[in-house]
């Protein structure tokens, strides 16, 4: 299990479990975070720097997550 924190506003934090993460979606209201609950939290970074936070920059979720080319 790891644990990386994420920013959600200017004033507030949380804490993702990254095993629980199912997909990554972005909008105009920022990046969602989607879990296998079915739960949601909204990021204001962008989904590549979410990204690679979350999953590091050449894992297999961050290529299934990664922009077409």
């Not at 299990?1 to 909008?27: A, C, G, K, P, Y």
């Not at 105009?28 to 739960?39: E, V």
């Not at 204001?44 to 961050?62: H, M, N, V, Y």
Request: aromatic share 8%; glycine share 4%.
């Amino acid at each position: 299990m790891r644990f990386v924190t994420v920013r959600r506003s200017t004033e507030q934090t949380t804490i993702v479990n990254v095993d629980q993460v199912t997909h990554l979606s972005h909008d105009i209201y920022g990046t969602k975070i989607f879990f296998t609950s079915g739960d949601h939290i909204i990021c204001p970074d962008d989904i590549d720097e979410l990204s690679e936070k979350l999953f590091g920059s050449r894992t297999a979720e961050a290529l299934l997550i990664d922009a077409a080319r």
